[in-house]
């Protein structure tokens, strides 16, 4: 933007502050999904809010306000300048009082674009209609504003910030929805919360692209009165007396028609009924508003209607009082005086299950893929996924009934209404794979910020953005923790000033598997920090947490049972085990299946036969002092990285640690979001000739690796590396493999069967002492051949094989080395990594028989 036109648009916002705002006023300022996040500001002077305004028009898809006045505290959060990443904005609360009425008249289009000029016109036409009609009712005069794609009426008001108010205002929106809204243009029923945000006139709005079809306008007032004159309450309160919602106290079923075969529109067309407005009604129904009231002439506001229902019933009435007896069956008698109404059910009120469902069809239900019912609700702007059967879902719905009635409903109503929404969701809802965090769709990924604003990060090759409306994705639980706004020009590298690695392959493995965690639907490996005490291991794993999956819990202690395990992997997408000791079997075989992906299944109720699925493919993290992980299946699929200790010298109070890391934390996501972006247009040209049981986290940390510029070839050692390590761990730790290295250590091939086998590592395993007092050592010689087999690839990277074959009344087994001074004691040096390959090693002439071998 140029000088020239930047001042022409801070002129045009001073204008617009000169009419919302009484002098002094505090007002805040907020610009959403710039690249720094949410923007934020508190003003009370003009010129101060207009300049900082300016400096974000055109860049993104729109400035605004709060329209009413902001309690003077606030002022202190950010005293007439503009801070980035806010995490705390305005809430209901902090609203002083209700100044202005608002009356949003949108064009209806897909969320994200803008309008057509024809949307555009249909929208200033619905505007004046209200106008007109509120006129009537003896209100004076409003603000007309473009809000660049549709049209507001801002009708001045002094009201006090409370729940009544609250209510007035809803029902005001509710009634003009029904009255006037129609097929092209809606009146915005949700602009009724104090701390309502509003578009700040002067500057453009750039919803989507710009083109010729659907172009970015600057929004502006229109007209403004040459003295703004408020509404008075009795006048609010007036147009509700008059005018109520429609079929409030009777329900469907009580005014559907004995044949349920009439149309609606064409009985009124037939019978000379004007229609002046139709729309959708309730998502399920069509609405049809008279021009005249057919039961008494004198009502020509629009206040009579006809509603038809998806199912064929049909409703009618006027919003007077004075036609509160009047339906759809005194409608047909008036103009079929031979009409005979038959009997249609109950004439009492709809019970509270019956208002609590028809208050709960504004809701969408679905299902996900484990048949479980969830409720898509549009709230403030923004859609909210719960489980039907959620404590937020039921407060929602719960908050809604008692707005209406002002009563709280029983517990066998909330539960017979519950019930037909499940059926809603299982019968008549769509079904979508809901995702913890992480979700990919149409080659794009996706992150769920699990913020109040339900925004997400959208990653793709060509970049990384936060949008608001997502397709719908993800689901949440209590222990879901919303993420800071990503620093997309922030770099990943800052993680390792608050995490102590011992090496640069930790460091760079550290690293790339932070980025895998965000990557969806691939096995991801497990990470194991340990180290001594004063290594900060539980301080790093919170950190490495935070950063890819907040929690208000982020730190777990191993649950004593399966079930209970299997419930912790299933409810975090990053569940951290703190300070362990040791993996039971059973433990580590369920920490396998979470991280290559997989299903644990347990009784719904022990009353009944269901029972409840979770899926499990997370990115699980374990720590403690020791190496807790022991068998070969988990230890293939994870990254041991050792932490060293910390010195007194470096040691710090843990707030400044805190503090910290959290400066850091927006810079240290954003970065990882950006590399991803740049891997994504690396992984499609990336092939590696031999990849590791963790191929898909090894393709794509060769690509991580050369979009942060390590290159590919770096990372491949690493891992290799960091593998040859952990497969050293395994055979140390398994009692079995470390007798069989001991008794190869000094001879090429041994033969027996499996019981001088076992008698023989009995031996070697006394003289070594290595402990045969634990579980995994073989009791039998059918218990050894499992054993054998549990380490039968680990044995293979040190260059030992072997196989078993019946042979008469036992087993034989043969084992044999490959390739010389690859089987060393573990006390003299460290298995080298490359003269384990056994594609490069030497091997001995007997070798070919071998590689025939079955198991």
């Known amino acids: 933007m140029n000088q020239k ?59 605004y306000i709060t329209l009413n006045p902001v309690k003077e505290d606030l002022l202190t959060r950010s005293n007439n300048c503009v801070q980035s990443y806010v995490k705390q904005t305005t809430s209901d609360r902090d609203i002083a009082s209700r100044s202005w009425l608002p009356i949003d008249l949108d064009p209806i289009r897909a969320s994200g674009i803008s309008s057509t000029d024809q949307e555009h016109e249909a929208a200033l036409n619905l505007a004046k209609n209200v106008q007109q009609y509120l006129t009537k009712q003896g209100w004076p005069e409003p603000i007309l504003a473009d809000s660049g794609n549709g049209f507001h009426l801002l009708y001045a008001i002094n009201l006090p910030n409370d729940d009544a108010s609250r209510i007035l205002v809803k029902r005001i929106l509710e009634i003009l929805d029904f009255q006037f809204s129609n097929e092209m243009v809606e009146v915005d029923k949700t ?13 453009k709005a750039c919803k989507g692209d710009n083109t010729k079809e659907r172009p970015h306008r600057y929004s502006q007032i229109i007209k403004s009165p040459e003295e703004v004159v408020k509404v008075s309450k009795e006048q609010l309160n007036g147009l509700t007396e008059k005018l109520a919602l429609p079929i409030k106290g009777a329900s469907r079923d009580q005014t559907v028609d004995a044949t349920n075969s009439i149309c609606a529109k064409a009985w009124l067309n037939e019978k000379g009924i004007e229609i002046v407005a139709e729309g959708t009604w309730q998502k399920n129904a069509t609405k049809y508003v008279l021009s005249a009231c057919p039961w008494n002439e004198e009502h020509i506001d629009r206040s009579a209607y006809v509603i038809q229902f998806s199912n064929g019933a049909i409703s009618a009435g006027c919003h007077h009082n004075s036609c509160s007896q009047e339906d759809w069956h005194t409608l047909r008698k008036k103009y079929e005086p031979d009409y005979s109404r038959k009997e249609v059910g109950n004439k009492g009120r709809p019970s509270q299950a019956d208002t609590l469902i028809r208050l709960g069809s504004d809701a969408r239900f679905f ?10 609700i549009k709230i403030n702007g923004h859609t909210e996924l719960w489980k039907v059967k959620s404590k937020t879902f039921k407060m929602w719905l719960t908050k809604r009934f008692f707005d209406e009635t002002g009563q709280a409903s029983t517990s066998d109503a909330m539960n017979q209404a519950l019930g037909v929404m499940e059926m809603k969701a299982m019968f008549d809802g769509e079904e979508h794979h809901l995702q913890l965090r992480v979700a990919e769709r149409d080659g794009k990924f996706y992150y769920d910020m699990a913020n109040s604003d339900w925004e997400i990060v ?30 997309f020009d922030g770099d990943i590298r800052l993680l390792l000033n608050h995490v102590r690695t011992k090496s640069e392959d930790d460091q760079i493995l550290l690293l790339i598997y932070i980025v895998t965690c965000l990557i969806p639907k691939i096995p991801h490996a497990v990470l194991v920090l340990n180290g001594e005490k004063g290594a900060a291991k539980s301080t790093s794993m919170r950190n490495i947490r935070q950063i890819i999956d907040p929690a208000v819990r982020d730190l777990l202690t191993m649950p004593n049972s399966i079930q209970d395990l299997a419930i912790s992997l299933a409810n975090n997408y990053m569940p951290c085990f703190d300070n362990l000791d040791n993996l039971s079997a059973a433990k580590s075989d369920l920490l396998c299946i979470a991280s290559t992906g997989g299903g644990f299944s347990k009784r719904t109720l022990f009353t009944d036969d269901d029972e409840t699925l979770l899926e499990l493919q997370r990115c699980p993290a374990l720590n403690g002092i020791n190496m807790v992980v022991t068998r070969p299946d988990l230890m293939d699929r994870s990254i041991p990285i050792e932490l060293e200790r910390i010195s007194e010298e470096d040691r710090k109070e843990e707030s400044v640690v805190r503090a910290e890391f959290e400066k850091d934390k927006p810079s240290i996501i954003g970065g990882a979001f950006r590399i991803l972006s740049k891997a994504m247009a690396i992984y499609p040209n990336v092939k590696i000739e031999k990849l590791s049981r963790m191929a898909d986290f090894t393709r794509w940390g060769f690509s991580i690796a050369e979009a942060m510029g390590y290159g590919g070839e770096r990372f491949l050692e690493a891992y290799r590396n960091n593998q040859n390590k952990s497969n050293e761990e395994a055979i140390s730790s398994h009692p079995v493999a470390a007798a069989i290295v001991v008794l190869m250590r000094n001879c090429n091939n041994w033969t027996g069967t499996v019981a001088e086998l076992l008698t023989r590592l009995d031996y070697e395993a006394g003289r070594e002492r290595i402990d045969t007092n634990v579980k995994t050592w073989p009791k039998a010689a059918h218990i050894l051949s ?27 087994v043969t084992i044999k080395k490959v390739g010389s001074n690859v089987v060393v004691p573990f006390d003299q040096k460290k298995i080298n990594s490359t003269s384990t390959n056994l594609d490069e090693v030497e091997l001995s002439p007997d070798y070919d028989e071998f590689a025939e071998w079955g198991d």
């Not at 204008?15 to 300022?29: A, K, M, W």
């Not at 990653?459 to 800071?484: D, S, W, Y």
Request: one cysteine or more.
């Open 367 to 376: 299902k996900n893929e484990l048949e479980e019912a969830y409720a898509a």
């Open 5 to 63: 036109n930047r001042i022409d648009v801070i002129a045009n916002i001073e204008d617009t502050l000169e009419s919302l705002r009484v002098n002094q006023e505090v007002t805040e300022l907020r610009v959403l999904n710039t690249s720094k996040g949410t923007a934020s500001g508190y003003f009370d002077e003009n010129t101060s809010m207009a300049k900082a305004a300016s400096t974000f028009d055109g860049e993104v898809p729109g400035v």
């Open 458 to 487: 959208e990653i793709t090759p060509k970049g990384c953005q936060v949008i608001e409306n997502p397709p719908i994705l993800f689901t949440r639980n209590k222990n879901t923790k919303a993420q800071v706004m990503p620093d």
């Open 786 to 812: 499992r054993r054998l087999k549990e380490v039968k690839s680990n044995l293979k990277e040190v260059g030992i094989i072997f196989d078993i074959r019946h042979a008469g009344d036992a087993k034989k």
């Open 191 to 203: 602009t009724y919360n104090a701390a309502r945000i509003w578009k700040l006139y002067g500057t």
